[in-house]
């Protein structure tokens, strides 16, 4: 394996973890009163100085060329109505059920990939996905009788979909492929913070923390599931591209459920366990593909298909 590789494989991990974080920072926001719009605003807003203290450290410019800012700015906007339908959808179902349906994107990004942008389909990733759709089932049962909301399906929907258009952009781009990490991340917060600006006169309250521990979330949200996810996401697309960079992000709501076990001393059923070691081993399967893939051949060879008699 590559030694590029392996960082990407990590770099896709460790993002997936972050990520999983979300919920538990922002359910505490809204029980204090706070709304989707200003969480999302305060955690862009705290995260650009880390960000900004990072590119001064490297001394990597703030200037941006013509042709990168039109593809900065659209990356921005989409990575800001994802993170808004997502918190969004959190106040119409389960946090951990939104979270987890969000991860139809890796799907969605295969897809796009082999149709649009003609990659190569491997029976690897066709394999991996139908394990991890299984693993993602088994994760998202909802609690006791309760149903879906549609509006909630529907915002989750909306976030996996413009998340799937944002990788893919990061990853065929070549523009954006010579934008240092952190520099583009500076811009995608940038312009997702001015976003949430512009929609508070539109009807949307400002809303601030209640309490003390209201400002260290916001603080957690910018770090963990902002700067630290996002640059990760970002880093590992440049290395390994979109689909495998996809695929791992199915290992959110793994940690969601680890996160939720050892923190919030939450049970784990059996059904969950399953499930989980199901993404683990779709994702493993992403790191061994050409591996995997000569073994699926060399199994179909074993067993040729014979043509059917036509004969009457």
Same mark, same amino acid.
């Given at each position: 394996m590559k030694l590029n590789n392996l960082e990407g494989y990590i770099l896709a991990a460790v993002a997936a973890a972050a990520y999983g974080t979300n919920p538990a920072f922002a359910i505490p926001l809204y029980e204090q009163g706070m709304n989707p719009n200003s969480v999302l605003l305060f955690r862009y807003l705290l995260g650009l100085p880390i960000i900004a203290f990072i590119m001064k450290k490297r001394n990597i410019t703030f200037m941006l060329r013509k042709d990168e800012l039109p593809q900065v700015v659209i990356l921005g906007i989409l990575m800001a109505l994802s993170s808004l339908t997502l918190f969004e959808s959190y106040k119409y179902m389960n946090s951990g059920i939104a979270s987890t349906l969000l991860f139809v994107y890796?799907?969605?990004?295969? !897809?796009?990939? %082999?149709? %649009?942008?003609?990659?190569?389909?491997?029976?690897?990733?066709?394999?991996?996905?139908?394990?991890?759709?299984?693993?993602?089932?088994?994760?998202?049962?909802?609690?006791?009788?309760?149903?879906?909301?549609?509006?909630?399906?529907?915002? !989750?929907?909306?976030?996996?979909? /413009?998340?799937?258009?944002?990788?893919? =952009?990061?990853?065929?781009?070549?523009? !954006?492929?010579?934008?240092?990490?952190?520099?583009? =991340?500076?811009? !995608?917060?940038?312009?997702?913070?001015? =976003?949430? %600006?512009?929609?508070?006169? =539109?009807?949307?309250?400002?809303?601030?923390?209640? $309490?003390?521990?209201g400002w260290w979330s916001l603080i957690a949200l910018a770090i963990i599931p902002t700067v630290i996810s996002l640059a990760c996401t970002t880093r590992a697309i440049q290395l390994i591209g979109s689909t495998p960079t996809a695929i791992f992000g199915a290992l959110e709501?793994?940690?969601?459920?680890?996160?939720?076990?050892?923190?919030?001393?939450? /049970?784990?059923?059996? $059904?969950?366990?399953?499930?989980?070691v199901l993404i683990i081993l779709a994702t493993t399967i992403v790191v061994a593909d050409n591996s995997v893939d000569r073994i699926i051949l060399h199994v179909r060879k074993m067993f040729p298909r014979h043509p059917r008699n036509t004969k009457r």
């Open positions: 890796p799907i969605m990004v295969a !897809v796009l990939m %082999i149709f %649009i942008f003609h990659e190569k389909f491997k029976i690897s990733v066709g394999l991996c996905l139908a394990i991890m759709s299984v693993g993602l089932f088994l994760l998202m049962k909802p609690q006791g009788d309760s149903s879906l909301s549609l509006i909630g399906v529907l915002l !989750v929907m909306l976030s996996a979909g /413009t998340y799937a258009v944002y990788i893919i =952009l990061v990853n065929v781009s070549k523009t !954006v492929k010579n934008i240092p990490t952190t520099k583009l =991340l500076f811009y !995608v917060l940038l312009t997702g913070t001015v =976003l949430y %600006i512009i929609i508070i006169p =539109l009807g949307v309250e400002l809303t601030y923390p209640t $309490r003390n521990a709501p793994v940690s969601a459920v680890i996160l939720s076990v050892t923190f919030l001393n939450q /049970t784990i059923t059996a $059904r969950e366990i399953i499930g989980a």
